[in-house]
């Protein structure tokens, strides 16, 4: 539920918030305390809703810039060109689900921020076609630093200025899950 673009959850810690700074001021009102112990209670407790505030961003489902896991399955990418006029470097945001055992969702999907170059947007374009227009399930899988990137794969460069320490990835069609063996028997009912 949303309330003027906040949700329910937002407006819960905004009011928890509130609730803790009117009674750490009626502590202070009425407390014997030194003055500076009351001013160092006020600005440390500031300082606790500033960081959780900022904190708040990977709680709210924003894309993290942490890298993709080693085998993911790609749902979607999307590209955030840079934009000199407002000082954005531009973004790829990726959002992929980690891959497990026998090619099986491991967890819940999560989006990532991906440092933004013309070969990832071409990639990101080539994916959506895939995806969307082809119904294809695409896997990556990171590479590790130094190893060549083939035909299909990113080719983001992880030493461009500014850029994290992001190795690329390789884009590939995504396997089939193994089936069971015939040999294995049913389960009992």
Same mark, same amino acid.
């Given at each position: 539920?949303?309330?003027?673009?906040?949700?329910?959850?937002?407006?819960?810690?905004?009011?928890?918030? /509130?609730?803790?700074? /009117?009674?750490?001021?009626?502590?202070?009102?009425?407390?014997?305390?030194?003055?500076? /112990?009351?001013?160092?209670?006020? /600005?440390?407790?500031?300082?606790?809703?500033?960081?959780?505030?900022?904190?708040?961003?990977?709680?709210?489902?924003?894309?993290?810039?942490?890298?993709?896991?080693?085998?993911?399955?790609?749902?979607? &990418?999307?590209?955030?060109?840079?934009?000199?006029?407002?000082?954005?470097?531009?973004?790829?945001?990726?959002?992929?689900?980690?891959?497990?055992?026998?090619?099986?969702?491991?967890?819940?999907?999560?989006?990532?921020?991906?440092?933004? =170059?013309?070969? &990832?947007?071409?990639?990101?374009?080539?994916?959506?076609?895939?995806?969307?227009?082809?119904?294809?399930?695409?896997?990556?899988?990171?590479?590790?630093?130094?190893?060549? =990137?083939?035909?299909?794969?990113?080719?983001?460069?992880?030493?461009?200025?500014?850029?994290?320490?992001?190795?690329?990835?390789?884009?590939?069609?995504?396997?089939?899950?193994?089936?069971?063996?015939?040999? =294995?028997?049913?389960?009992?009912?």
């Amino acid at each position: 539920m949303t309330f003027g673009g906040f949700t329910l959850g937002v407006i819960g810690i905004v009011i928890s918030y /509130v609730v803790i700074a /009117v009674l750490l001021l009626s502590l202070n009102l009425t407390s014997r305390w030194v003055w500076w /112990v009351k001013a160092l209670a006020i /600005v440390v407790t500031a300082g606790f809703f500033l960081e959780s505030y900022l904190s708040l961003n990977s709680v709210l489902g924003f894309a993290t810039e942490q890298p993709p896991p080693e085998r993911f399955q790609i749902l979607w &990418m999307t590209t955030r060109e840079p934009d000199k006029k407002t000082g954005d470097t531009g973004a790829i945001f990726l959002w992929a689900d980690e891959l497990g055992a026998n090619n099986r969702p491991a967890g819940n999907p999560r989006a990532y921020r991906l440092p933004y =170059t013309r070969e &990832m947007h071409k990639e990101s374009a080539a994916v959506r076609q895939k995806i969307g227009e082809e119904d294809m399930d695409l896997m990556g899988t990171t590479q590790k630093k130094g190893e060549e =990137t083939t035909r299909g794969s990113s080719t983001s460069d992880p030493n461009a200025p500014g850029a994290p320490d992001l190795a690329p990835f390789k884009i590939e069609g995504m396997p089939l899950p193994p089936l069971p063996s015939k040999d =294995t028997p049913l389960l009992a009912r």
